[in-house]
């Protein structure tokens, strides 16, 4: 008789070569899609494992608890990132930061003005990148923009608009009763509230539509 844990593998298994199938032809040579094993970590997410190397990410516990097409949308937020080019990369800029202040604090010793004043342009160049990467506004920009090019991969793989909205939409609901983070919750909320203005107005800009969907 077939263990649990063997069946569970071979499911967990199936599911990474069914999310793999649904990446589009352009991205599958270099993107792979693996089960993670951190502790408690994030449902989704993408990280560059090499050059021209991505790999996403799956919580496949919390991922079994979801509805396929649930799952299918978010997967395709994921790819949208990836396509926008605006998941994490290695970054330079805490390393960078870390030298320049503590060349600063060495020349400030040694009184050498050149050197002190590159140490600081060093700093002033990191940290500025370090408050982009981590402004909310631009991060949650980047958010909104790959749930609609989502929806665009939904239908480009055979949803109809109005579904692939009610999907997503779905999921980020979910997502919301499920999270107890306030900050990555009311995240989802902002989401959700977007994709139903854009609902909306392709609803208006798409007549006749099935009006008595539930975005």
Known sequence: ?????TSSAKAEMSELRRLKSLLP???QSWVTVEGTTEVNPPLVRSEEIGKDQVEIQIDLVKWDSLAMDQRN???WHEVARIQNDTIPKDGWEMAA???GLGGAVGELWVQDGLLLVLA???CGVSGWRLYQKNNGEKQLKE??????????????FGYSLPNAYKSLGSALKTLIDNTP?????????ARLSALKRSANKAKAKSRPVDDSADY
Request: proline share 2%.
């Open 25 to 27: 032809p352009e991205l």
């Open 120 to 122: 600081l342009a060093l």
């Open 181 to 189: 983070s306030k900050r990555q919750r009311s995240r989802y909320e």
């Open 1 to 5: 008789m077939t263990s649990y844990a």
């Open 143 to 156: 958010l909104l923009d790959a749930d609609e090019k989502a929806i665009a991969l939904a239908t480009r």
């Open 97 to 99: 930061l870390a030298i």
């Open 73 to 75: 949308l978010l997967f």
